[in-house]
Structure formats: C-alpha cells, structure tokens
C-alpha cells in the first residue's frame, strides 16, 4: 500500500478500497439503473433524539398555523364556492356524482369513512419509521420532502382557507361521517389540531403519494407497485367523502413535485476526497537499456529501375510496329520483315479500291 497526497498523480493499477470501505460506499451511492431510483438522495441515518425534537416542533408549527387558520370562516366559504366553480368551468369531474355512486351500499360508505380517518396519519407514520429503520439512507430526503410539502400546505392554509364540500349542504353534499360513521372532526367552531377550513391543499393525497413514491423508490420486489393503490384509494375516499376537491388534489401534487426538486436539489451528493488516499504500488519497471547520445546517419541505397510496359494494341499494329527510315538498320530483324510485309498489304488493298 501507499499513501498518496491529494493532487499527486498516480499511474498505477486502480485505486484498492477494502471490503468494509466499499460496501458502506456502495450504500450511499444512489442506483441510476431505474427511473425511480434518480429522485432519490441517500444520507446517513439521523440520530433518533435529534430527529424526535425536529418532528416535535414541526408538529407545533403545524398545529399553531391550523388554528390561525381556522378562524377565516367567511372567507373560507367564499372560497370554497370559487373553487367550486372553477372545477365546472375547467370540466373536472362533479364530485356529486362520486359520492352518489359510494352512498348506494352503506359498506362502501363506512369503509370509505373509516379509511379516511384511519389509514392517513398512521400509515405515514408507519413508513417512516420502516423507513428509519430499514432503510436508513433513504428516510432523510423522504422525510425533508414530507416536511416542505406540509409546511407549504400550511402556507396555503393560511393564505386561502376553504371549506370543504360536506360543509355545503346548498350544493346537495352529505357529511357521510356525520351520518354513517365514524366522525372525525367535532363542531367546526373549536380550535383542533384538525382545522376543518383547510380542504386546500389535500394533505391526504399529498402524503399518500409521497408514501407510494417512497416504497417504489427503495424497494426492489416487484410488489411495490401495488402502493399505487394507496394514493388511488386515498383520493377516491377523500372526494366520495366529501371532505375534499378534485382541485385540492391537484394543488398538493404540485407542491409534492415542487417539493421534490428542491430537496434533490439542496441535497445533492457531495464526495469528500481525504488528504491521504491508499492506493495500490505500481510494480516496478524494467531499466531500459542505455541508447546511444547520437544515432549514425542513414545508409544511401540505390534507386530501383522502374520496368518499361510495352503497349499491346492488337486493333492497330501500325502504331505499334516502329517506323524504318532508308538507310536505318532495324533493331529487330525479324520485326522489320513482319513490318514491311504488312506495309506491303496495305499498299495493294488501296490499289484493289
């Protein structure tokens, strides 16, 4: 082994990471073979007293700004009327129709109720803390992404309160908690954690899609996909039970999305490299043999001949056969008895035309 300083170059054999140091590497590096796997940005675990203040206070900070909120009455009806308009006029499904459709079997409705009240705030509080103890690496950025999702659902409370279908009993809604049960929310008048004028943004799809975007991202069985079924489930109880709109929903995936991109990009992986890095020794090199300071000059060789090419051109052997003057010895004896002969030829078939 040899230490290396950070910056030396090294041109040796590839760097040597023990098994341990590799495989805690191996956990932190995120797996880009599937499309799910890039929104995620593993970390390490937090520590457990740290992370209880952390809920606590985000718990605080919520339940504060629900009861700031719930004290819009007014304006939070006008704006449930509004949102309600702007659903007709954008052709979104009538939620009427979804709660009708429920309210013909009562098992339906019931289950539908007991979904709503039972399934959202433990069903997330229990992946979080499978998440925390199974999957370490990635609970933080889910639970960062949770947070900022829920403190700008907050945001929205406060700034434009709405109430919630079952409230507006003039449109033909059912309360179905308060005639079927069970009921989760008391009289609207009091000051619960449960603020009943803040039907945008629907918390409920928000959070069980995060939930399903969790399980698929950090789970390799092929049954993950079945937590498809929660935020699907999750938005059809919300609306068959009157609590929500169809636009509630599709503001909070807004801010889950929104929510997503800025955790990856705030917690995008840095790689720290250390002063000293063990690297494996390069094998020693052969000496070369010492050369010479000077090299003796190149040896003049003679130019080869090039070959003479003698045409063939059977169509017309007078251009081939060469000219005899008077008085000139032929080079070719033979040549020049074959030339005169075909001269001779040529002389009486001008004379036969």
Same mark, same amino acid.
């Given at each position: 082994m040899v230490i290396c300083r950070r910056g030396d170059h090294h041109t040796g054999p590839a760097v040597a990471i023990t098994g341990r140091a590799s495989s805690r590497d191996a956990d932190r590096v995120p797996d880009h073979?599937?499309?799910w796997r890039r929104i995620?940005?593993?970390?390490e675990r937090p520590r457990p007293l740290l992370e209880l203040v952390v809920i606590a206070v985000m718990f605080g900070a919520y339940k504060l700004g629900r009861i700031v909120a719930a004290k819009h009455v007014g304006t939070a009806f006008d704006n449930a009327y509004v949102v309600w308009d702007l659903e007709r006029l954008l052709r979104l499904p009538d939620e009427l129709s979804v709660q009708a459709l429920m309210m013909h079997n009562t098992i339906v409705i019931k289950s539908a109720n007991v979904y709503y009240a039972a399934v959202h705030f433990p069903a997330t509080a229990a992946f979080l803390i499978w998440l925390y103890l199974r999957r370490p690496g990635d609970y933080l950025w889910i639970r960062r992404t949770l947070a900022l999702l829920t403190a700008s659902g907050l945001l929205v409370h406060l700034a434009i309160p709405v109430a919630p279908p079952r409230m507006l009993s003039a449109l033909g809604f059912v309360d179905t908690a308060a005639v079927y049960g069970p009921a989760v929310y008391g009289p609207p008048n009091q000051n619960t954690l449960a603020d009943q004028y803040a039907a945008m943004p629907s918390l409920h799809i928000g959070w069980a899609v995060m939930v399903a975007i969790?399980?698929?991202a950090t789970t390799r069985t092929r049954w993950r996909w079945l937590a498809v079924l929660h935020p699907i489930a999750t938005t059809l109880v919300v609306i068959g039970t009157a609590n929500? #709109?169809?636009l509630d929903g599709m503001v909070a995936l807004s801010l889950l999305a929104a929510s997503l991109i800025v955790v990856r990009s705030l917690s995008e992986p840095r790689v720290d490299v250390p002063d000293f890095v063990p690297v494996l020794a390069s094998p020693a090199v052969r000496e070369l043999p010492d050369l010479p300071n000077r090299m003796p000059p190149p040896q003049r060789r003679p130019r080869p001949r090039r070959p003479v090419r003698t045409p063939? #051109?059977?169509? #017309?052997?007078?251009?081939?056969?060469?000219l005899v003057l008077p008085g000139q010895p032929a080079a070719n004896?033979?040549?020049?008895?074959a030339g005169g002969e075909d001269?001779?030829?040529v002389a009486g078939d001008r004379r036969d035309r």
């Open positions: 073979s599937r499309g995620a940005v593993p970390g969790g399980i698929i929500h #709109f169809w063939v #051109f059977g169509a #017309f052997p007078l251009l081939v056969q060469p004896g033979s040549a020049s008895a001269l001779a030829d």
